[in-house]
């Protein structure tokens, strides 16, 4: 029995020559090996290459974290967090401390702030310059771009590994602050890398941003209306490459963004070109908010010394903290009883509810659009299956 | 004019490809074991045990206070704690792990329990080639194998190592002051009771015998 027989949203119609038309042909695709966007399965029902229906199926990396989560300290679900989006990590932990902060009512130091705005900004370039490297590989530019992109995502890693011991798994963010300061030498080494970047942006951008064959690929591809956006809560650049004005760091102000002066870039067309762009664009406006964070960071503690590690138990209460994460909004919901560990755990991740939208933007396109519409969405399956 | 993207792109490439044999920031990987790039101070992997001084089982600074084996999110410490004591790095007499097992396989590498460790007993190493046949025996590192010493810990992390040992440093003149202050009193607490044994010998006894009595019973019932 196929599981496409019940029809979830409205199919386009058939072309009238009745004469031409063969049967529908049901496939399973989808990235299905951990190191491309994840381990991700789509049903599709095809008529010849054009996509009539499509059904994502859920859950092949489902790893019980919210479950976990409720068994664990507050403390100990922070490394976990770093495996829900593993390619940023740091703003995972941002969003779970700023959450257990509003709980537990936890000032954060000046300077701790600063680092935390610096950390996440790296993470948000090179998690979109690996993005578009992975998008490129999609669409077939096979190897020259993602090499590019990760060469420079390299230096950004090393960074974090000189900071925090980790390249992905960073575990930095502390309740309270960060859980150490910078090494001696590391502000030069990240002015640097922060100066030498957009070298690398001409760079990509000229490899193939005026690329014909990419505009005539991605242009008008995996459309999705501004009212489309709003309606099933998109977020991130994938809201706003649909020309939704809406950036959490505008928007809510977290932490100390409010004294950056840097620009929300939005699209027009909201299609896949739109969401490419957005990244590049992102990346130029992150750097302007790195150096001006690199520039102003003040000494001081890097956390709040009154806030232990152990035996930390919040009042009761609940409190959901949300960042801009590099692929939307994300946030966590906890409710806390006065014990070690919390009452309830819930995780609203970006990637999940920029994919809902999965079905409409590739119904009526090729089999081999529906590779890139899904390269463009930036999902992660740690963080959408959990 | 049509294909100039595509013109302008393959320069890029043919700069970058040319650009290999002269620049060397365009050749950024080197051949894995032959190459291996310079290790950063802060990386990470696994914990290790420091014990200090020539033999590891004497030295461990671990005293089997089993806060790292409460709170690795994983559960992947196992400590049993001796039944003897002996004296631990700052020379107070403590219990030491008779058995203390970490599964490699299942830790995740968080440093949590280096950050709760109060002791400094426990360290992150960075021996990342651990690639064993037997799966089971292979990966579980017992004590002998996590045992490490303080000057492979100084050559791995020399900037935390030396905070560490000057702390310990610290912690050791203190120990040391208290237990002289302690002997010093102890023996004029003694030559005080020798000295009023001296003077009324069977009415002290009896009274001390009495509070210690009674001091016993408050406790029963404070219980």
């Known amino acids: 029995m196929s599981v496409l027989t019940e029809a979830s949203v409205d199919t386009v119609s058939m072309p009238a020559d009745d004469h031409l038309q063969g049967d529908l042909l049901e496939i399973s695709m989808g990235p299905v090996h951990p190191s491309t966007h994840g381990v991700f399965r789509m049903n599709l029902l095809l008529d010849g290459e054009r996509v009539v229906k499509l059904k994502p199926v859920f859950g092949y990396l489902h790893r019980n974290h919210e479950k976990i989560a409720e068994h664990e300290t507050y403390l100990g679900s922070m490394p976990y967090t770093d495996r829900l989006d593993y390619i940023c990590s740091i703003t995972n932990n941002w969003a779970y401390a700023l959450a257990v902060e509003k709980l537990a009512g936890i000032p954060v130091p000046e300077r701790a702030e600063y680092l935390r705005v610096i950390t996440g900004e790296l993470t948000r370039l090179q998690n979109h310059a690996g993005l578009i490297g992975f998008l490129l590989q999609d669409m077939g530019a096979s190897g020259t771009p993602l090499m590019y992109a990760f060469r420079e995502r390299e230096k950004i890693l090393d960074l974090f590994e000189a900071l925090t011991g980790a390249r992905m798994m960073c575990n930095y963010m502390r309740f309270g602050g960060c859980r150490c300061d910078l090494p001696a030498g590391w502000m030069e080494q990240a002015k640097k890398v922060v100066d030498e970047f957009p070298r690398f942006l001409d760079e990509f951008e000229s490899l193939l941003r005026t690329n014909e064959i990419l505009m005539e690929r991605t242009q008008g591809t995996g459309i999705v209306t501004r009212e489309q956006a709003i309606n099933a809560g998109l977020s991130g650049p994938m809201a706003r490459a649909s020309g939704v004005n809406y950036d959490l760091r505008k928007v809510d102000k977290y932490g100390i963004y409010d004294r950056f002066s840097f620009r929300v870039p939005l699209g027009e067309h909201g299609d896949v070109y739109d969401r490419f762009m957005m990244r590049l664009l992102e990346m130029r406006e992150s750097l302007e908010i790195l150096k001006q964070a690199m520039r102003d960071i003040p000494s001081g503690p890097h956390k709040d010394p009154n806030t232990k590690i152990r035996n930390f138990r919040p009042k009761a209460g609940e409190a959901y903290g949300r960042i801009e994460a590099p692929k939307g909004e994300l946030g966590f919901y906890l409710i806390s009883d006065g014990g070690p560990n919390p009452y309830r755990y819930r995780v609203r991740p970006p990637s999940l509810i920029n994919l809902t939208l999965l079905e409409q933007m590739c119904i009526g396109h090729n089999v081999s659009d529906i590779v890139i519409i899904l390269g463009s969405i930036d999902i992660v399956l740690g963080e959408v299956d959990r | ?223």
């Open chain 2, 1 to 223: 004019m049509l294909g100039e993207g595509i013109i302008k792109g393959l320069a890029e490439t043919a700069r970058n490809f040319f650009g290999s044999y002269v620049n060397k920031e365009r050749l950024t990987t080197v051949q894995y074991p032959e190459e291996r790039l310079p290790r950063i101070e802060a990386t990470r992997d696994f914990p290790f045990l420091v014990y200090d001084g020539d033999d590891w089982e004497k030295g461990l600074r671990c005293v089997a206070c089993q806060i790292c084996e409460k709170e690795c999110p994983p559960k992947c410490i196992y400590i049993e704690k001796s039944k003897d004591k002996k004296p631990d790095a700052v020379g107070k007499p403590q219990n030491y792990p008779a058995k203390f097992d970490i599964d490699v396989s299942v830790c995740m590498s968080c440093q949590i329990c280096v950050e709760v460790c109060p002791f400094d007993a426990i360290k992150m190493d960075v021996q990342f080639e651990l690639s064993s046949d037997d799966r089971f025996g292979g990966l579980l590192l017992t004590k002998d194998k996590l045992a490490k010493s303080n000057e492979y810990y100084h050559e791995i992390h020399p900037t935390e190592a030396a905070g560490v040992d000057a702390a310990l440093a610290e912690d050791r003149e203190k120990e040391k002051e208290k237990q002289r202050l302690a002997a010093a009193a102890a023996a004029a607490a003694a030559a005080a009771k020798a000295a009023a044994a001296a003077a009324a010998p069977p009415t002290t006894v009896a009274a001390t015998k009495d509070g210690a009595g009674s001091g016993g019973a408050a406790k029963e019932e404070a219980k």
